[in-house]
């Protein structure tokens, strides 16, 4: 059995390579929020959340982890909108006072 100083280490390499990826994802959304802005597009996409929510929830091997992922996509969701929200709401105001 390994210890609780081992298990916490290795959530530690997880969080690390989880900042990694967020990162990452975030620069994705921005490119998303760049293009919307561009093409007048609509932040939220009902369809788009819907197929990402349910591709994903079928793909997690185990189980019983099926709520706290569903969660844990819904909070991915609700920041991206936040974040695509508030960087368009920049760029407006941005080029109104030009």
Do not use: H, P
Not at 27 to 35: F, G, L, P, T
């Amino acid at each position: 059995m390994k210890s609780l100083d081992e298990i916490r280490n290795k959530i530690d390499e997880i969080d690390a390579q989880m900042r990694v990826l967020f990162e990452q994802r975030m620069d994705c959304i921005q490119a998303v929020a760049e293009y919307k802005f561009s093409n007048n597009g609509n932040i939220f996409d009902q369809n788009r959340e819907e197929k990402m929510l349910q591709k994903n929830l079928i793909q997690l091997q185990n189980k019983n982890y099926t709520k706290e992922y569903e969660r844990f996509l819904q909070e991915i969701l609700v920041s991206s909108k936040e974040y695509q929200k508030d960087w368009i709401d920049k760029k407006e105001m941005g080029e109104r006072g030009k």
